[in-house]
């Protein structure tokens, strides 16, 4: 069973709802990320937290809103999403940044689907 | 800017074939971090293996082995007598160790399929 959980599985909304992901993790890190994958194209990394503050902001659109109250909890904050942001979104965490503390611990994602 | 290529974007196997995966990184740093992810059918990235930049001693865990060469810049996983399991996206990553961006540069990703 995976440390880290995230919820829901699967969500569809349409253009103009306001939804939200969450994501835990259990094993103690510091570190969370949220990461974006879509079909025939790269993961791409959203945004980086560490010790519940943001250190990374990969460019990304203000429709996403990303919140992390504690080191343990994530959340990704969703509104007025376009169809392209369809995809399945990934949460991670790790016990650092640095790359000998930087192997990540992936959940299940959640798949999105914008209508 | 560091940057990791996995030039094969889909490989297609027989079980109990051998099988080895590409990944070729760029970076100036000479300390870095090497990692490889498998994401199978159930959408979760497992982290498979970290190897530093000062440890070129290749390693083996089961059926999967890793061969790091720096010359190459390169970190190739092999996977022997694969199994239909083995199926998934394979994915290599890069993370700068000291004094660089602590942000994981990913390879696009092996799709690699292995039929019964």
């Known amino acids: 069973e995976t440390g880290v959980t995230q919820t829901p599985r699967h969500l569809v909304m349409g253009m103009t709802n306001k939804k939200s992901l969450k994501c835990e993790q259990h094993?103690?890190?510091?570190?969370m990320y949220w990461y974006k994958q879509s079909a025939k194209k790269p993961l791409e990394l959203m945004f980086v937290y560490n010790f519940k503050e943001q250190t990374e902001n990969n460019s990304v659109p203000s429709r996403f809103s990303p919140e992390c109250p504690n080191s343990s909890h994530l959340f990704l904050h969703l509104h007025t999403l376009q169809p392209e942001d369809s995809a399945l979104y990934l949460c991670a965490s790790s016990h650092g940044l640095a790359g000998d503390r930087g192997e990540q611990f992936f959940g299940p994602g959640t798949r999105l689907t914008v209508l | 800017a560091q940057k990791v290529t996995q030039a094969q974007t889909e490989i297609s196997v027989v079980e109990k074939e051998d099988v080895t995966l590409d990944c070729v990184y760029e970076t100036r740093d000479t300390t870095y971090y090497l990692f490889w992810y498998k994401q199978p059918p159930s959408g979760e990235l497992v982290f498979l293996i970290r190897r530093n930049s000062f440890d070129e001693q290749n390693e083996i865990s089961g059926r999967y082995s890793w061969n790091f060469q720096k010359s190459t810049s390169s970190f190739n996983f092999t996977i022997t007598a694969s199994q239909v399991v083995d199926s998934a996206v394979y994915f290599c990553a890069l993370i700068l160790g000291s004094g660089g961006s602590y942000i994981p540069t990913f390879g696009r990703g092996t799709s690699l399929i292995v039929h019964p």
């Open positions: 094993l103690g890190h510091n570190a």
